[in-house]
């Protein structure tokens, strides 16, 4: 089945700097790249996605690149701020599964 | 306010009890699923079901029963078979499949057993 990796599992930032959390997966036929966002004691929001024929995609504050030939994908956050903390999660998808990494706890220090 | 509505919220249960957790979606949804969350673990898939009267097992779907005998409403239990039940559930749905499109999840249940 699809392995998705996904570092750090923890990531401590300054308010107003960037960070960045990157996914690998291994099941070539994944063309769907969602990234959720889980508060705490809460279930996880869908923040972004990116599709197979899309190298980047951009949303205000944050960016998803995709790299299919080396199977990778990261998840970009500018100008962060206290409210982004929380554990952010990527899946990787395919026609026939839905695959989650095990999440990045996102600390944005003030 | 559309949403997943899950219950109960915290729930304590003593071993060899069967315990049933609610998910109700006033979305429209075809499909409803429940995911299973462990510390430092992604979310697992226990069952899905696509439409009314129909559903499938997931990955980790041992120890655990479903049904889907309206649209807006997916009922999980967790049997007395399951080996390790204390976890956070969370259900969720989805206007078409789930890995093409928007999840929607509740809020979650953490069940305990004692």
């Known amino acids: 089945g699809e392995n998705v990796e996904q570092h750090p599992s923890t990531l401590s930032v300054q308010e107003g700097d960037s960070a960045v959390i990157k996914c690998t997966y291994s099941d070539s036929a994944s063309n769907y790249f969602p990234w959720y966002k889980q508060e705490l004691g809460k279930g996880p929001q869908l923040i972004i996605d990116i599709r197979s024929n899309v190298g980047e995609k951009k949303d205000q504050r944050i960016a998803v690149t995709l790299n299919k030939t080396a199977k990778h994908f990261s998840l970009h956050i500018t100008e962060t701020q206290p409210e982004d903390s929380a554990v952010y999660f990527c899946?990787?998808?395919?026609?026939?599964?839905?695959?989650f990494g095990s999440g990045t706890q996102l600390t944005v220090l003030p | 306010d559309g949403g997943i509505t899950q219950s109960p919220k915290y729930l304590f249960r003593k071993e060899g009890q069967n315990v049933t957790l609610s998910c109700e979606q006033n979305?429209?949804?075809?499909?409803m699923y429940w995911y299973r969350q462990d510390p430092g673990q992604g979310l697992r898939l226990i069952y899905y079901s696509q439409i009314v009267n129909d559903f499938q097992k997931g990955d980790i779907a041992e120890g655990y029963s479903v049904s889907r005998e309206k649209k807006e409403s997916f009922p999980l239990t967790v049997t007395s078979a399951q080996k390790n039940p204390t976890a956070f559930y969370l259900c969720?749905?989805?206007?078409?499949?789930?890995?093409?499109?928007?999840?929607?999840f509740g809020e979650g249940s953490r069940l305990t057993v004692l």
């Open positions: 979305l429209n949804h075809d499909a």
């Open positions: 969720a749905s989805s206007e078409g499949q789930r890995y093409t499109g928007e999840l929607f």
């Open positions: 899946v990787s998808g395919s026609a026939r599964q839905l695959t």
